[in-house]
């Protein structure tokens, strides 16, 4: 049998299964009324409050025009609330309100139910390889980036 091209590549793979979850976790939190990137918000701030929204785009790899309109969302649900850096005024903060945590708890219990089935289905000992095969992967990719970065 002749696998074509895009079959043995791993980006296309990697690809197609990040898409897989990301749909799954979107239908999974639509009955709390909540999509995937308000989720990763509402997680990033339950680990470390009074972020900033340029830090929120970082971590949620989106722009900070989208992180604006997710984090005006949330605050306008009540979930988040915002107020400036005691130190650097221009700089707004954002923390969970008492709702935003209650929310991210149902939230993680939803999710942790599909993080459950993916590491169900390879086993403790797989789960562990396959987390440190994708950390290489990481790794060469952030290396590649970098010497592209050097040779400029």
Known sequence: MVSSAMESRI???????EQEV?????????????????????????????????????RSMVTPQTMSSVLSTLEGRGL???????????I?????????????????????????LLASRLGEAE????????DRCSRALSDWSASKKAEK
Do not use: C, M, W
């Open 11 to 17: 980006g296309d793979h990697i690809k197609r299964v």
């Open 22 to 58: 990301t749909s799954t976790k979107h239908a999974a939190l639509r009955p709390l009324k909540i999509n995937v990137p308000q989720y990763t918000v509402l997680r990033a701030l339950q680990q470390e409050p009074g972020l900033s929204g340029a830090a929120l785009a970082r």
């Open 80 to 90: 988040v609330a915002r107020q400036p850096h005691p130190i650097h005024q221009h």
């Open 92 to 116: 707004l903060e954002a923390r969970l309100t008492r709702s935003g945590h209650a929310l991210v708890r149902r939230a993680d219990d939803v999710i942790g139910e599909i993080e459950d």
């Open 127 to 134: 789960a562990g390889s396959f987390l440190a095969q994708l």
